[in-house]
Nanobody, 121 residues
Framework: QGQLAESGGGLVQAGGSLRLSCAVTRSINRFKALAWYRQATGNERELIAGITSDGGTKYVESVKGRFTISRENAKNMVYLQMDNLKPEDTAVYYC???????????????WGQGTQVTVSS
C-alpha cells in the first residue's frame, strides 16, 4: 500500500492563507477521486474538498469560495489552497483517496499524520 505525506500547515492569523501539499507514493492517475479532510479537536474527521479524475470539484459549504483543491498528476501531488482563513478552520488536515467522493470514509490508504493548521483571531 502506498503512503501519504501532508505538509504546509502552520499558524496563521485570521484572513491569511496557507497552501497544503500532499505527496502520494503511488500514481494518482488511476484513482477516481482525491480528497482533503480535516479533524478539529473533539470532532469527527470530515471530507472538506474533493477532486475527481476529470477535474470536477466538491466542497463543504463552510469552505466554498475560500479553499481550492487541485492535483498535479505528473508529480503525484494534491494541493489545498486555503484563503481567508477563519479560526474555525483550525484542525489537523489530512489527504486521502476515497473510493468515491460519495463514500468519503472508504479510503484506499492508511491515514498519514496530517498537518496542523491553527488560525488565530
Amino acid at each position: 500500500q502506498g503512503q501519504l505525506a501532508e505538509s504546509g500547515g502552520g499558524l496563521v492569523q485570521a484572513g491569511g492563507s496557507l497552501r497544503l501539499s500532499c505527496a502520494v507514493t503511488r500514481s494518482i492517475n488511476r484513482f477516481k477521486a482525491l480528497a482533503w479532510y480535516r479533524q478539529a479537536t473533539g470532532n469527527e474527521r470530515e471530507l472538506i474538498a474533493g477532486i475527481t479524475s476529470d477535474g470536477g470539484t466538491k466542497y463543504v459549504e463552510s469552505v466554498k469560495g475560500r479553499f481550492t483543491i487541485s492535483r498535479e498528476n505528473a508529480k503525484n501531488m494534491v494541493y489545498l489552497q486555503m484563503d481567508n482563513l477563519k479560526p474555525e478552520d483550525t484542525a489537523v488536515y489530512y489527504c486521502n483517496i476515497p473510493v468515491a467522493l460519495e463514500v468519503p470514509n472508504n479510503v484506499y490508504f492508511n491515514w498519514g499524520q496530517g498537518t496542523q493548521v491553527t488560525v488565530s483571531s
